[in-house]
């Protein structure tokens, strides 16, 4: 056989070999661009959700104080203000909360030919943010929302004697605390909701 035979034979082969391994390569690569995408996701769903929960405890706390905040028709609803059905109208109650519900001036979606209701009449921001900055590199700082949903008829404290009312404690009222955080980027949102009795 002819020595220029072997030799392009060793051509092709090493091409063939090397084309593989770029293959190859280029398949690791995009593999590894998918898995840090992955986990950058990840980290930014637990960003969002931790700023949600501080959220969530400023609310909270905002109902353990001795003397509550007056009631307003923003992040402070008393019971004609709460958010109702009508409100939502034809969202469902997550998309409602993450993308139609008025948390900083601006409403993303809208469920319905019209508008949503009072809640985004001119949609200024309707909700409270947290009193200091959590992380400076938060898209947004959390915000809340808190709703009283019931009055309760006063419970306990009264007599058990016959002939006697049971009664006499304090009137109580069921709270819902609903609580918005954002990652770094703005890409991960998560809403957060509780109840609170006071």
Not at 49 to 59: I, M, P, T
Not at 66 to 85: E, G, H, K, M, S
Request: with cysteine; glycine share 8%.
């Amino acid at each position: 056989m002819n020595s220029n035979y072997f030799s392009g034979m060793v051509l092709i082969t090493s091409l063939i070999f090397t084309t593989i391994m770029s293959l190859l390569a280029a398949s690791s690569m995009q593999n590894t661009t998918l898995q840090e995408r992955i986990s950058d996701n990840a980290y930014q769903w637990a960003v969002a959700f931790q700023a949600a929960e501080v959220g969530l405890r400023e609310g909270e706390a905002q109902l353990r104080q001795a003397v509550l905040p007056a009631y307003n028709a923003t992040w402070f609803r008393d019971i004609p203000n709460q958010i109702t059905a009508a409100d939502i109208n034809n969202c469902d109650v997550a998309t409602f909360w993450l993308s139609a519900y008025c948390w900083d001036n601006a409403i993303t979606i809208n469920c319905a030919s019209n508008p949503i209701s009072h809640i985004n009449s001119g949609c200024t921001s309707a909700s409270q943010t947290i009193p200091m900055t959590l992380d400076a590199t938060l898209k947004e700082q959390p915000r809340y929302v808190i709703e009283r949903l019931v009055q309760l008829p006063p419970i306990g404290g009264g007599s058990l004697q016959a002939g006697r009312p049971i009664g006499g404690g304090a009137a109580q009222s069921v709270w819902r605390i609903t609580a918005r955080g954002v990652g770094n980027t703005g890409d991960a949102i998560v809403v957060l909701q509780s109840t609170f009795q006071r």
